[in-house]
């Protein structure tokens, strides 16, 4: 069955540290890979998806994730995080049948 | 802008009460999906539906039932609550393998 892996359930980090947060997926076949965030109080909204082409892709605030497709990984990534971008993160993989499939979150905790 | 809208924020229900949670979604998606989000668990999948009356078992869907007669609405039944119902349930819709657009969520409390 494929399954997402997030490596970090718990981050914390202080205002201007760089962010890298790992996920990994199993799938072998297309995949379409999506990052999204919660922030306390929200509602689960897209950060940043990778269809095709450029492997590197850019999100909304500064974030951005790499597909490696060889190590079947979509790690998110930010040079320097702010007190707001405490919040949860999924990374999430969409078969051909169009199901997302989770990883279990990280919380990224930020103190000012 | 996609919105998508979930009936109750919170919810209270005592075991073995019938509970009813309704979505709806105003981007005529083809897809819906029900979800529920807890602790260190990440989101699971309930059920989903591709089209108006149609629907297929997630990776949860023991406990649960769902009815779509309308494009946009998509109800999530829990015939008989039980405690470990308790969770945040998340309603999201989507065209076909593009972005989830989720909806604020609903928390339950079953006593």
């Known amino acids: 069955a494929q399954s997402v892996s997030q490596h970090n359930h718990h981050v914390i980090l202080s205002e201007a540290a760089s962010l890298e947060l790992g996920c990994n997926y199993s799938y072998g076949g297309t995949v379409n890979l999506f990052w999204y965030v919660q922030y306390p109080g929200q509602h689960l909204q897209l950060l940043l998806k990778?269809?095709?082409?450029?492997?590197l892709v850019k999100g909304i605030k500064g974030f951005e994730a790499e597909f490696i497709k060889s190590k079947f990984s979509f790690n998110l990534r930010k040079p320097s995080v702010q007190w707001s971008d405490t919040a949860e993160y999924f990374c999430?993989?969409?078969?051909?049948?169009?199901?997302?499939?989770f990883g279990q979150g990280t919380t990224l905790q930020v103190k000012p | 802008d996609v919105k998508v809208t979930q009936s109750s924020r919170y919810l209270v229900k005592r075991t073995g009460e019938k509970v009813f949670l309704e979505c709806v979604q105003d981007?005529?998606?083809?897809?819906m999906f029900w979800y529920r989000q807890d602790p260190g668990l990440g989101l699971r999948l309930i059920y989903f539906s591709y089209d108006v009356k149609m629907k297929e078992k997630g990776d949860i869907p023991e406990g649960y039932s769902v009815s779509r007669e309308k494009k946009e609405r998509f109800s999530l039944i829990l015939e008989s609550a039980s405690t470990n119902q308790t969770s945040m349930y998340l309603c999201?819709?989507?065209?076909?393998?593009?972005?989830?657009?989720f909806g604020p969520g609903t928390r339950l409390t079953v006593t």
């Open positions: 999201a819709s989507s065209r076909l393998r593009v972005e989830q657009y």
């Open positions: 990778y269809f095709s082409g450029d492997p």
């Open positions: 999430a993989v969409n078969d051909h049948t169009g199901k997302l499939i």
């Open positions: 981007m005529d998606h083809e897809n």
